[in-house]
């Protein structure tokens, strides 16, 4: 399970929205402790945002508009992380890893809603598209985890994304970047 959002300057009210993700992943290590995991994960992001705005910023006590915005986005992503295993015990280990990921966008939408004085609007778009948001996205990505008995893994995990997958209409910068937040649960084979 994961938390995730869009950190921007200027978008205000935004909120975690919990998602998931599921993968399979290989271990290989160099030594007792250094090693690489890359994986082949499905796993969904956006953001919660809510507030409200000036239905006339020019004039003085115009119509407030409260809105409610959700963002759901599915990814296939590929994290390659280096990592290091420090062993507690025979049957204990912990292991922190840490490199970045590329994501390719498959399937999402977003809903907003809007309360006016004589009724809703509800607009629903598709994520992906040439008014929405571009397919790729990449960055770092860090995690710890707690291995037993070499078999079963739960593990706590962040990724910060660093790439805008706006389009840029009139060269503009939206400055949206991915971020999540996750624990997972895993049994090797």
């Known amino acids: 399970m994961n938390f995730s959002r869009v950190v921007n300057k200027s978008l205000q009210g935004v909120n975690m929205k919990?998602?998931?993700?599921?993968?399979?992943?290989?271990?290989?290590?160099?030594?007792?402790?250094?090693?690489?995991?890359?994986?082949?994960?499905?796993?969904?992001?956006?953001?919660?945002?809510?507030?409200?705005?000036?239905?006339?910023?020019?004039?003085?006590?115009?119509?407030?508009?409260?809105?409610?915005?959700?963002?759901?986005?599915?990814?296939?992503?590929?994290?390659?992380?280096?990592?290091?295993?420090?062993?507690?015990?025979?049957?204990?280990?912990?292991?922190?890893?840490?490199?970045?990921?590329?994501?390719?966008?498959?399937?999402?939408?977003n809903k907003y809603t809007e309360t006016h004085e004589d009724g809703y609007s509800i607009w629903h778009n598709v994520t992906f598209s040439r008014i929405g948001l571009k397919r790729f996205d990449t960055g770092l990505t860090a995690g710890a985890t707690f291995e037993l008995k070499h078999r079963y893994t739960i593990g706590l995990f962040g990724e910060w994304g660093l790439y805008d997958p706006s389009y840029h209409q009139f060269k503009k910068t939206y400055g949206l970047k991915n971020q999540t937040y996750g624990l997972n649960v895993g049994y090797k084979f």
């Open 18 to 109: 919990p998602g998931y993700q599921f993968g399979v992943g290989i271990e290989y290590y160099f030594t007792n402790h250094w090693g690489i995991q890359p994986s082949l994960m499905l796993i969904s992001k956006g953001y919660k945002n809510e507030g409200s705005y000036s239905s006339d910023p020019t004039s003085y006590g115009s119509e407030m508009i409260p809105f409610k915005g959700v963002e759901n986005r599915v990814y296939i992503e590929l994290p390659v992380m280096l990592a290091y295993r420090l062993n507690l015990s025979g049957a204990m280990k912990l292991i922190f890893n840490g490199g970045g990921y590329i994501s390719y966008g498959i399937d999402g939408q």
